[in-house]
């Protein structure tokens, strides 16, 4: 099992015991942690955005060419962004942090 941890926004933090295997998208929407990842994990959409702890950023395999073109469609792009359903769980990421950009909490905080 790893050990991933999420920061929602506003100091909700969510700390998940998953298999690895699964990519960080699935782990969010098994957790119902808000990503939306409207294609499915196709590559076509950039609404699985994250932003990955800067010290976990430089464990992760490089992003794809293709990840990086969809990346460069998000708001609030950052040099630790990726795309949580190019990101699989291994167990070397065990403790990893993860980040909803805040955008996206901004935004659930205002309805
Ligand atoms: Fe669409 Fe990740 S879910 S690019």
């Given at each position: 099992m790893s050990k991933i941890i999420f920061y929602e926004g506003k100091g909700k933090r969510k700390e998940i015991e998953v298999h690895?295997?699964?990519t960080l998208l699935e782990v969010a929407r098994?957790?119902?942690i808000d990503i939306e990842?409207?294609?499915e994990g196709n590559l076509a959409c950039a609404?699985?955005?994250?932003?990955?702890?800067k010290d976990w950023f430089v464990?992760?395999?490089?992003?794809?060419?293709d990840e990086r073109d969809m990346l460069d469609l998000v708001s609030g792009l950052t040099?630790?962004?990726r795309l949580g359903c190019q990101i699989t769980v291994t167990a070397d990421l065990d403790?990893?942090?993860v980040f909803l950009p805040p955008a996206h909490?901004?935004?659930n905080n205002s309805q």
């Open positions: 690895p295997g699964q098994e957790y119902e990842g409207t294609c609404t699985c955005h994250l932003i990955i702890d464990k992760l395999p490089e992003a794809t060419e040099v630790n962004s403790g990893l942090i909490y901004d935004r």
